[in-house]
């Protein structure tokens, strides 16, 4: 199946931008995700790119993907003390029909 | 909308005791999934379904089955409940997954199961 690999821990000062680095291998991926999963909580999709696309800014968020080398990742400007929280990495593989989720990166913001 | 709900939110079993964790949604979505989350291994899928009456395997279907009788529910099933099964069960569903459009998974709040 699709191997999908993550950082486990980043810790950055309150303020600061976070960057979060994501791998993949299934190169039919045709929409990449990132879902963020607070404490005690179930995931929720923070945001998506599609794969003909390089970049994809929201807000505070901005997604950068290289398809050539299979890497994607989530900016985070101005991270605020409520961006503490595990955030994963998810891509749709077409050969095998089924999200793969990485191992999720814990973001701990220090004020 | 209540979204996706599980039950129990919380359970111990011990070794060899079956139960079923219930997945219920109102989005009228085809496709539900089941995952197992563990430390430092992400989610991985034990089973999914792409509508009523199918099921099929993920990366992890050993131990647990499970079954779609309803459009909106979607049960997973531990038959004789092992150490290994303790984890945090969550389940999801979406419309269609993300292969020729967009499509976000709505995730339940988790099951949190242990096994002694």
């Known amino acids: 199946g699709e191997d999908v690999e993550q950082s486990l821990f980043l810790s950055v000062r309150e303020g600061d931008s976070s960057v979060i680095n994501c791998t993949y291998t299934?190169?039919?991926?045709?929409?990449l995700y990132w879902y963020k999963q607070e404490p005690g909580a179930g995931l929720q999709l923070l945001t998506y790119?599609?794969?003909?696309?390089d970049m994809k800014q929201d807000q505070r968020l901005t997604v950068l993907l290289n398809k050539k080398d299979k890497h994607l990742s989530l900016r985070i400007a101005d991270t605020q003390t409520g961006d503490s929280a595990i955030y994963f990495c998810?891509?749709?593989?077409?050969?095998?029909?089924?999200?793969?989720f990485g191992t999720g990166t814990s973001l701990t913001v220090i004020p | 909308n209540a979204g996706v709900t599980q039950t129990p939110k919380f359970r111990v079993l011990k070794t060899g005791q079956s139960m079923t964790l219930l997945c219920a949604q109102d989005?009228?979505?085809?496709?539900m999934y089941w995952y197992r989350q563990d430390p430092g291994m992400g989610l991985r899928l034990i089973h999914y379904?792409?509508?009523?009456?199918?099921?099929a395997k993920g990366e992890v279907p050993d131990g647990y089955n499970v079954s779609r009788l309803k459009k909106q529910n979607f049960l997973l099933g531990l038959e004789s409940a092992a150490p290994s099964q303790t984890s945090v069960y969550f389940c999801?569903?979406?419309?269609?997954?993300?292969?020729?459009?967009?499509?976000?998974?709505?995730f339940g709040p988790g099951t949190r199961l242990t096994v002694l």
């Open positions: 999801a569903s979406s419309n269609l997954p993300g292969q020729s459009s967009y499509n976000e998974q709505f």
């Open positions: 299934d190169s039919s991926s045709t929409y």
């Open positions: 790119i599609f794969s003909n696309m």
């Open positions: 998810a891509v749709f593989s077409n050969t095998g029909n089924q999200f793969y």
């Open positions: 989005m009228n979505h085809e496709y």
């Open positions: 379904s792409v509508g009523e009456g199918t099921t």
